[in-house]
């Protein structure tokens, strides 16, 4: 079939289109009121096809699935660049779960998306491609390895989000501009095809690593794609109590200006067994090409010491600011047992001592 409309509320366990098709026009439901999904989700077979399927509405339809159960999108194992694009508004209080090598996305003019859990990227690209200010993502994504979040216009996520890309996980931010709360994880923000000015602004905090030490790369590929931090935004810095391992952020293709600051903290967290000493380390590196050549950020000034732990760290860490780098340097103070066995041994000595003169 080319064009179906659903019969008013409309439900099925799993959707599945086969297209069958190389050319013309793919599959077009649309969606009369609402379209209840069970317990299965949408699926796009493994066709060889470059058709999209769609599934449409007029403002006001919705589509969602049947006691909160979260809707999967599985888009077929092949190389075709078409999948799924789903235009008609997604709501309940539902997680969303994309997976399957090939593309899917959310379009649509004023159709938002309302669901409140969080969608999961777990394998392919999700296309975020409503119109630029209408919400495509209202609640948090997480991005896992195999899993590309890809702007396809500007302003597609709500302003509270967090977006947590894990290692091996991408979030393409292209020539499109957008804000939210919070970014943390090790995987990469990536302007790759940029070919307007462009704007990426965190309000809440940078979390790289996001729960355990690790990496978060900036690649900023194209012109003048700027990451900015919000006024009185955050980061969350974790190290390792030796000083040997630290979450940092690399800029990659880094061009003088593409690195917002605006009187921005950092917060500071040891992790594991400490091992009394000073450190330095660079939590921000800045490339010319992806990870090989330092250059010079021309960054002066912009950050502070936020919050850190007295029984961690001797004094006030401090910041200085190297031109290819933005380097970190602080005082780890033993752990409480040592402490105890300074004492002891101090005690000891004194006995010792008091022994020898009774005698």
């Known amino acids: 079939f080319t064009v179906t409309n659903l019969p008013s509320g409309a439900a099925a366990n799993t959707l599945a289109f086969y297209r069958g098709t190389s050319s013309g026009t793919g599959a077009i439901i649309n969606v009369t009121d609402s379209l209840i999904i069970g317990s299965g989700g949408i699926v796009t077979a493994n066709d060889g096809s470059i058709i999209t399927a769609t599934i449409d509405g007029t403002n006001g339809t919705y589509l969602t699935t049947s006691n909160n159960a979260p809707l999967y999108l599985a888009t077929g194992a092949n190389s075709a ?7 008609t508004s997604i709501t309940g209080n539902i997680d969303v779960i994309k997976a399957g090598p090939n593309g899917a996305k959310f379009g649509g003019t004023n159709q938002a998306n309302t669901f409140t859990g969080t969608l999961y990227v777990n394998g392919g690209s999700m296309l975020l491609g409503k119109s630029s200010g209408v919400n495509a993502l ?14 396809d216009q500007s302003h597609q996520i709500a302003d509270t989000a967090t977006v947590t890309i894990e290692n091996g996980g991408f979030f393409k931010t292209d ?10 994880g090790g995987g990469m923000l990536l302007s790759e095809t940029a070919s307007s000015a462009n ?20 690649n900023r590929v194209g012109t003048s794609s700027v990451f900015k931090m919000d006024t009185n935004a955050v980061f969350n810095i974790e190290l390792a109590g030796n000083g040997a391992t630290f979450d940092r952020m690399d800029f990659y293709n880094f061009t003088v200006g593409e690195f917002s600051l605006t009187n921005n903290a950092i917060n500071l967290a040891l992790l594991g067994t400490k091992t009394p000493g000073t450190y330095t380390n660079s939590i921000f590196r ?13 960054i002066s000034s912009g950050l502070a010491i936020g919050t850190w732990s007295t029984n961690d760290f001797a004094s006030t860490p401090t910041i200085s600011y190297n031109g290819t780098s933005i380097d970190l340097t602080y005082e780890v103070v033993p752990e409480p047992s040592t402490y105890a ?10 006995a010792y001592r008091l022994r020898r003169r009774n005698r």
């Open 81 to 87: 660049t078409g999948a799924l694009e789903i235009k």
């Open 138 to 151: 209202a609640g948090n994504a997480v991005v896992r390895s195999g899993g590309i979040l890809d702007l």
């Open 199 to 218: 704007t990426f602004t965190v309000k809440g905090y940078v979390a790289p690593g996001d729960g355990g030490i690790g990496t978060m790369i900036n």
């Open 286 to 298: 800045f490339y010319s090409d992806n990870g090989t050549t330092f250059t010079n950020s021309t």
């Open 341 to 350: 066995l300074l004492g002891l041994s101090g005690l000891a000595l004194a």
């Open 175 to 184: 020539s499109y501009s957008e804000t939210i709360s919070n970014l943390a």
